[in-house]
């Protein structure tokens, strides 16, 4: 996922509306960048708290190769009980 400096409502309430306007969270890739995924953990910790308080395990989330794009890994866990956890 991607995760921008503002945000889709701010946008389109510009009279020149356009997407091409959206800011990325960083200035570069990321992949694997302790630090620059820093600037984005008050909203990744959010993600990850939600979903354990949710009872879905996270195993981490990090920077990715794009510019403002972000990954979150789910713990492995077997089918039914994995689809019980997202239906609960």
């Known amino acids: 996922y991607y995760i921008y400096e503002n945000s889709y409502r701010e946008l ?29 953990e008050w909203i990744n910790s959010q993600f990850r708290l939600n979903l354990r308080d949710s009872g879905i395990p996270v195993e981490c989330t990090k920077g990715e190769a794009g510019i403002g794009q972000h990954e979150l890994n789910i713990e492995y866990d077997e089918i039914l009980s994995m689809c019980d956890k997202h239906i609960t």
Request: hydrophobic share 30%; net charge neutral.
């Open 12 to 40: 389109r309430n510009d009279a020149n509306y356009t997407l091409s306007k959206m800011k990325p969270i960083g200035d570069y890739m990321e992949d694997y960048h302790i630090l620059q995924a820093t600037r984005s």
